[in-house]
């Protein structure tokens, strides 16, 4: 038998669609709880020691309340529907932002709490057939990465506060953690032909013509205007952008260690991409080629992310 069915862990679809089950639901009581529990073993002490039927009668129905709030408190969680949506990536030491969704049914669900265990807690009431609520949890900044959050807390207390009922949910949706910028700087060339024409970032000084539209060219530079005449999709080239591609190269980027040359490979990524360039990647673990766009960006960030570490 796995660990995790001992523990009674709920675990999500590949797609991070989640429902509770009876049986992975814990209940005790709280603070309150137990401190209610002591006042009504007193007040039955009294009731027996002095033979009063009011004081039975009021110890027994306080008793019979805190029983059915055990199965409402159980009762607002079960049958709960999650989404895991996941969190996009952000950069190191940055916080997070985890999306988690949760659909309504016919039944009303007040004081859902969800929470992961580095993070903090969100509190959501859940009206009945109210559609789909989102809600985001706030992670702490994380360092760079694949990172693996653990698992999800959802909980309530409801009606009363006695009782404490909570589900641990496995939603495997790790957050992609990019390297920390480092200090802007810039690369002198790459190999062969590929050498940089021009300051590095510098692309929107003075307009010099249109050429064809090549994947990964920024919307900020295509020629709409052209478009809506029905010429074709044409990029606006400019005097401060080169003609050649920029290899930001492992070789080239200062710093005394590792983690100094990854921010600062992270940091001319950035640049290049803000200024409109074509670049590519060299490392000791891979070559990207030259190109430009979110996608691109993403990829080698990514491969930064990555770097010196087994994600396999």
Request: glycine share 10%; with cysteine; hydrophobic share 40%.
């Amino acid at each position: 038998m796995r660990l995790a069915n001992f523990l009674r862990v709920e675990h999500a679809s590949a797609a991070g669609h989640a429902q509770i089950n009876s049986r992975r639901i814990y209940i005790l009581p709280t603070r309150y709880g137990l401190i209610f529990a002591a006042l009504l073993f007193l007040m039955l002490l009294g009731a027996v020691n002095y033979g009063n039927n009011p004081a039975h009668l009021l110890t027994f129905l306080l008793a019979a309340l805190a029983s059915n709030a055990i199965y409402l408190t159980w009762r607002n969680l079960h049958g709960l529907r999650l989404v895991c949506q996941g969190a996009p990536a952000v950069f190191a030491d940055e916080p997070g932002q985890f999306l988690v969704e949760l659909d309504m049914d016919e039944r009303e669900r007040p004081a859902i709490q969800l929470m992961f265990e580095d993070s903090e807690a969100a509190l959501l009431d859940l009206q009945a057939g109210s559609g789909r609520h989102s809600r985001t949890l706030t992670l702490e900044g994380m360092p760079r990465g694949l990172q693996r959050l653990g698992r999800l807390v959802i909980s309530t207390q409801y009606p009363l506060g006695l009782f404490r009922a909570w589900c641990y949910l496995e939603c495997d949706r790790p957050v992609l953690v990019y390297p920390r910028p480092g200090e802007p700087w810039t690369p002198t060339g790459g190999e062969g032909e590929d050498t940089l024409s021009g300051e590095f970032g510098s692309g929107n000084d003075d307009f010099m013509g249109l050429r064809g539209y090549r994947p990964g060219d920024q919307p900020s530079q295509i020629d709409w205007k052209s478009y809506a005449r029905d010429r074709g999709l044409n990029t606006r080239m400019f005097s401060g952008q080169a003609t050649a591609p920029v290899w930001i190269d492992w070789q080239q980027a200062p710093g005394p260690d590792t983690e100094s040359r990854i921010s600062a490979l992270a940091r001319a990524v950035i640049d290049a991409e803000a200024g409109g360039r074509r670049y590519g990647l060299k490392t000791p673990e891979g070559v990207f080629q030259p190109a430009s766009g979110p996608a691109h960006r993403h990829q080698c960030l990514r491969h930064l992310a990555l770097f010196g570490a087994d994600h396999a």
